[in-house]
């Protein structure tokens, strides 16, 4: 095929270098020293003005931490899935939904008894296994049933059939237990605080980041050492060749659904002792943005999804008491999920790859 770059025939020589002038790279390099510049002045704004204090801006960035130690979690979900079937599950976020859900009525019933303060360690550990098994449950049932028949469609056909899944799950629950949302009762032993090198954190929030970092250190060591592991390590390099070397790709893939539903439950209810509520639609904006987390990072990397996780959780606690207070901006923190979908945004045009990924945009 002939260079379409080239001047046409009789053309003036100006016009053919005009058609070579690269011009999405260049609104690419415009639109991100804009923002630069906007983060910087912002930035300095705010400092300049005074308006929080250290331990302000401290008590930010821990609960970003946390923040974004959830969200790694449910990132964990989405790349597994896609290391292995290269599709994404949008209805990872009603997965997480429902263990939250499922480990609630438990917590109830556990706060009716007084087990949840006369014995918080075995009442935790409860609602844990709960949500981990209902989680597990609603994911292996998704693939069996919405995805394992279009397993070999084309691409866009299981991702539309994730979108619908994920509606169903939310309208689902909301039928049986109404669209309200609830509180979600959680031990007196996490209310307070403890003072971890000298830095003042709430006990929950010190919980959920010591979970994360074992969630993410415990499924790095199964998938690089278990046999389990391995097997799944080969069904996405090359499904047909794994099956030839006699591996059951459908028993790797069930149990990837089920690992990644596990760590699913597991958030849910770290998400829960953070912010104490559950309901049917809880699940949508924690996904999105795990996603976004996992694209972020590198999608099909644990370590992506992990540093993903905190970066968001980060820029969404910090960003935009940082980046707009200085410009006198009321409620900035109203405008948190702008600055997460611009973020999202900037990732796709930039390196829709993602950090540990290679920069390159995947074909779908």
Same mark, same amino acid.
């Given at each position: 095929m002939a260079d379409v770059t080239q001047a046409v025939p009789g053309a003036p020589a100006g016009v053919g270098r005009l058609s070579r002038f690269p011009v999405r790279r260049a609104v690419q390099w415009l639109l991100g020293a804009g923002?630069?510049?906007?983060?910087?002045? !912002?930035?300095?704004?705010?400092?300049?003005?005074?308006?929080?204090?250290?331990?302000?801006? +401290?008590?930010?960035?821990?609960? $970003? /931490?946390?923040?974004? *130690?959830?969200?790694?979690?449910? *990132?964990?979900?989405?790349?597994?899935?896609?290391?292995? &079937?290269?599709?994404?599950?949008?209805?990872?976020?009603?997965?997480?939904?429902?263990?939250?859900?499922?480990?609630?009525?438990?917590?109830?019933?556990?706060e009716s008894s007084g087990l949840l303060n006369s014995n918080p360690i075995l009442a935790i550990f409860i609602l844990i296994i709960v949500a981990m098994l209902v989680s597990m449950g609603v994911a292996v049932l998704l693939e069996r049933v919405a995805y394992r028949p279009l397993r070999n469609a084309p691409r866009l056909v299981p991702l539309i059939t994730a979108i619908g899944a994920s509606l169903f799950l939310?309208? %689902?629950?909301?039928?049986?237990?109404?669209?309200?949302? +609830?509180?979600?009762?959680?031990?007196?032993?996490?209310?307070?605080?403890?003072?971890?090198l000298s830095v003042p954190i709430l006990k929950s929030q010190a919980i959920v980041i010591a979970v994360a970092i074992l969630a993410i250190i415990g499924l790095s060591f199964f998938v690089a050492r278990t046999k389990t592991g391995k097997s799944m390590r080969a069904v996405s390099e090359d499904r047909e060749m794994a099956s030839l070397m006699g591996i059951d790709v459908n028993r790797v893939i069930v149990r990837t659904f089920a690992i990644g539903g596990m760590l699913a439950g597991l958030a849910g209810v770290l998400f829960a002792m953070v912010f104490e509520v559950v309901g049917p639609f809880i699940g949508f904006l924690p996904g999105i943005k795990a996603f976004t987390a996992a694209v972020l990072g590198g999608i099909g990397s644990i370590a992506g999804a992990a540093l993903g996780g905190l970066v968001i !959780?980060?820029?969404?606690?910090? *960003?935009?008491? &940082?980046?707009? %207070? $200085?410009?006198?901006? +009321?409620?900035?923190?109203?405008?948190?999920?702008?600055?997460?979908?611009?973020?999202?945004?900037?990732?796709?045009?930039? +390196?829709?790859? $993602? /950090?540990?990924?290679?920069?390159?945009?995947?074909?779908?």
């Open positions: 923002l630069i510049v906007f983060v910087v002045v !912002g930035s300095y704004k705010t400092i300049h003005l005074g308006t929080f204090t250290g331990p302000a801006w +401290r008590d930010l960035i821990v609960f $970003g /931490i946390a923040q974004g *130690a959830i969200y790694a979690i449910i *990132a964990l979900g989405y790349t597994m899935v896609y290391g292995i &079937l290269k599709m994404i599950n949008f209805a990872h976020g009603e997965v997480f939904m429902a263990g939250m859900f499922g480990s609630y009525f438990v917590a109830k019933t556990l939310q309208n %689902t629950f909301k039928g049986f237990f109404g669209p309200q949302t +609830r509180g979600y009762p959680i031990p007196n032993l996490l209310t307070g605080k403890w003072t971890i !959780g980060l820029l969404e606690s910090v *960003a935009p008491s &940082l980046f707009l %207070t $200085g410009f006198h901006i +009321r409620g900035p923190n109203q405008l948190k999920d702008v600055i997460f979908f611009t973020i999202l945004v900037l990732v796709l045009i930039f +390196r829709p790859g $993602g /950090i540990l990924g290679t920069g390159e945009a995947e074909k779908v």
